[in-house]
């Protein structure tokens, strides 16, 4: 008897639905993964990478942490894109937000939370760089969207500005970084039109994205 049987029996029912659908499905899985997608996004519950978009075990490469943020130092979030890039040869990073961030709204609302906050510190970063479009509302739920949209647009920028993805680029791979807002109200993903094929070109898209986000507000 373990306190986790009713993860244990669900975890016997999954297997032996996707077995009957598909006999052979696990013994190709374990031979080898091909993924062509890198998913960066929140580790909060309610955003599961696969399920949004209705990809299976092995279609796409997972990192999460909280808030989604891509520092240029984090060994963790590094080494998962290396990874990804050079030895999976993902084609697409998703760069994946969602609207009712907690970590975005503690950020916002400098909620002492502990050794989090330091983490949180490059959402604050965020809010700095755009004070001006963020101070024109008082409505916190507002403030909130932008600031989760301004957040993967920044970490989109992150992205591309990785030795990694640039290295990648250089060799011209195949390789594009894109920025989603996800809605946990109706389970939809806001795409923002933010899609970086090459470092040169990076620049521009991430000039515009900032431009769509400031002229909606
Ligand atoms: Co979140």
Request: with cysteine; glycine share 6%; proline share 2%.
């Amino acid at each position: 008897m373990s306190l986790l049987d009713n993860l244990l029996k669900n975890n016997r029912d999954w297997s032996e639905q996707i077995r009957s659908s598909d006999p052979d499905f696990f013994k190709k899985l374990s031979q080898q993964q091909s993924p062509e997608y890198l998913w960066i996004g929140c580790a909060d519950s309610r955003v599961p990478a696969n399920e949004i978009v209705g990809l299976l075990p092995g279609e796409i490469f997972v990192h999460r942490n909280v808030a989604n943020i891509v520092v240029h130092t984090d060994l963790n979030c590094l080494s998962v894109i290396q990874f990804a890039v050079e030895i999976l040869k993902v084609k697409h990073i998703l760069v994946v937000g969602h609207y009712g961030c907690g970590g975005v709204r503690y950020a916002l609302q400098k909620t002492r939370l502990g050794l989090s906050d330091n983490w949180l510190r490059h959402l604050h970063d965020v809010e700095e760089k755009h004070a001006s479009l963020l101070q024109r509302r008082d409505d916190l739920d507002w403030r909130h969207d932008r600031l989760c949209e301004l957040n993967v647009i920044e970490q989109v920028r992150n992205v591309c500005q990785t030795t990694i993805v640039q290295e990648a680029w250089e060799r011209k791979a195949d390789l594009a970084v894109h920025g989603w807002v996800y809605s946990l109200k109706n389970g939809l993903v806001n795409d923002l039109s933010l899609c970086a094929t090459s470092f040169e070109q990076s620049g521009s898209v991430y000039a515009q994205a900032c431009e769509r986000v400031h002229r909606l507000a």
